[in-house]
């Protein structure tokens, strides 16, 4: 059995569904969404894949773009930007746990 994890934007996020794919890429891209394969039964080596590239630095524009962020900085700036910089301290850091989690189960411990 299979379960995915998907970042699946929806129209409260401000965003033409039609371009709901570039959005999951811009996620990806940003950092703001992960994507790997983890394979439990897979062979050594192989179990965790890393799908993406690492983050362009783009978090902030990313999010940003979808309203339910935006209106944030709209009602109340100066908690917003602090929020924003949690945000993205805590996708870094979420990213850095996956990578060393996947790298754990691929017997390649040099990343931890």
Known sequence: PSIIF???????HGIN???SQ?????AVEAGYWPLYRFN???EKGK???????????AYKDFI?????????????????????SESEQDAYKRLKLYKGFGSSLNGDYSEE
């Open 22 to 26: 570039v959005e999951e890429k811009k």
């Open 6 to 12: 998907a970042y699946a934007p929806c129209i409260n």
């Open 17 to 19: 569904m039609r371009f």
């Open 47 to 57: 179990k965790f894949v890393w799908e993406c590239k690492d983050p362009n630095g």
């Open 64 to 84: 940003l773009s979808e309203v339910r962020y935006s209106s944030l900085k709209k009602t109340n700036p100066e908690m917003a930007e602090e929020l924003y």
């Open 40 to 42: 439990p039964n897979g």
